[in-house]
């Protein structure tokens, strides 16, 4: 059973800036589609952003240009780089990885799309 653990979530000001990772435990992060949701309280889980094994890349409309998802696989790591973060930004942040391949970007956009998930990482935004 794969596992996902996340880390380097925190308290930060507006506009600062965090670097969220997650590793994966079994297989190699290159054989996985890739996701970043975070969920505020009283909210649903919304998607942050969604990365084919191909690169293909989805960013939610809130957080283009502020944010960006890298991957090492030479750390089966991937990273969610967060800049100018806004108080709205507040959330417990998941990382999500699937083996199966869907042929629309889009598709990697929803929950049910993963198999595995993390355990979560709070971000709180405040000054």
């Known amino acids: 059973q794969e596992q996902l653990v996340e880390s380097g979530g925190g308290s930060v000001q507006p506009g600062d800036s965090l670097r969220l990772s997650c590793v994966t435990s079994?297989?190699?992060?290159?054989?996985?589609?890739m996701g970043w949701y975070r969920q505020a309280p009283g909210k649903e889980r919304d998607v942050v952003v969604v990365?084919?094994?191909?690169?293909?890349?989805y960013y939610g409309e809130s957080v283009k240009g502020r944010f960006a998802i890298v991957r090492d696989s030479a750390k089966n790591t991937v990273y969610l780089q967060m800049n100018n973060l806004r108080p709205e930004d507040t959330a417990v942040y998941y990382c999500?990885?699937?083996?199966?391949?869907?042929?629309?970007?889009?598709?990697?956009?929803?929950?049910?799309?993963?198999?595995?998930w993390g355990q979560g990482t709070q971000v709180t935004v405040s000054s």
């Open positions: 999500a990885a699937t083996l199966r391949y869907y042929s629309s970007i889009i598709d990697y956009t929803y929950a049910w799309a993963y198999d595995y």
């Open positions: 079994r297989r190699n992060i290159r054989n996985y589609g």
């Open positions: 990365q084919t094994t191909g690169g293909t890349t």
